[in-house]
């Protein structure tokens, strides 16, 4: 399976900044997946990001607010905006790929990286 | 809209212990999987299941997809404190369609 790398692991940020996190795969994919897991929740998608074109958007989430770039087929960056507490979460970068199953059963199976903690005072 | 639910949403067991962890929606699903998280990684692929009724076993840990295709099961069985952590159920209707979690099961196993 994909190897993910993501930096930072972790940063603390004063309100009003902005923080731009990286995502690094080792192997060429189509789509990347950016979530959001705020503390003691569960994961929710913010965008997907397909190279060569704008990242398409969940519900309650804006570009303005969370801007990503997808300059090639291993590489993501994801942009936390004029950050208040409110965006202190662990930010999550994954990739599907085929899992036990492989990717003749339908199977939608995630590989994540280690997630990039984000405190926001 | 698609929704996961879990249960319970906490567990705390002794070592040796057996658990079950669920996963229920109204909704039908094409695949499910179970991820395991621990403290300050991302989520880890434990088992995919596709068939309705299908039944994995991976170790100590017994997967079972409802015949429905709308509730998952996970059993451990002798739980051992390797086995803390944050057990998500995941799964999308389609393959075309983005993949949604649960709100997670938070498992602690005491020695």
């Known amino acids: 399976s994909a190897v993910i790398s993501q930096k930072p692991s972790r940063d603390i940020c004063q309100r009003g900044t902005s923080l731009t996190i990286q995502c690094q795969v080792d192997?060429?994919?189509?789509?990347m997946f950016w979530y959001r897991q705020q503390p003691g929740q569960s994961l929710t998608l913010i965008a997907t990001?397909?190279?060569?074109?704008?990242?398409?958007?969940e519900s309650g989430f804006v570009i303005d607010k969370f801007p990503i770039s997808r300059p090639n087929l291993t590489f993501s960056t994801l942009t936390v905006s004029n950050m208040s507490p409110e965006d202190s979460s662990i930010y999550l970068c994954?990739?599907?790929?085929?899992?036990?199953?492989?990717?003749?059963?339908?199977?939608?199976?995630?590989?994540f990286g280690a997630g990039s903690r984000l405190t926001v005072l | 809209t698609q929704l996961l639910e879990q249960s319970p949403q906490f567990l705390s067991i002794q070592e040796g212990e057996n658990l079950t962890v669920y996963c229920n929606s109204s909704?039908?699903?094409?695949?499910l999987q179970w991820y395991r998280q621990e403290p300050g990684e991302g989520p880890v692929l434990l088992v995919t299941?596709?068939?309705?009724?299908e039944v994995k076993k991976l170790k100590r840990l017994t997967f079972q997809f409802g015949d429905a295709r709308k509730d998952s099961s996970l059993h451990i069985t002798a739980a051992q404190p390797g086995d803390t952590g944050l057990y998500l159920c995941?799964?999308?209707?389609?393959?075309?369609?983005?993949?949604?979690f649960g709100p997670g099961t938070s498992l602690s196993v005491i020695p």
């Open positions: 994954s990739v599907e790929e085929g899992g036990p199953t492989g990717q003749a059963s339908g199977a939608n199976v995630l590989t």
């Open positions: 192997s060429q994919v189509t789509m």
């Open positions: 990001a397909n190279q060569g074109s704008e990242a398409t958007y």
């Open positions: 909704s039908v699903f094409s695949s």
């Open positions: 299941v596709v068939t309705g009724g």
């Open positions: 995941a799964g999308s209707e389609t393959s075309y369609d983005k993949v949604i």
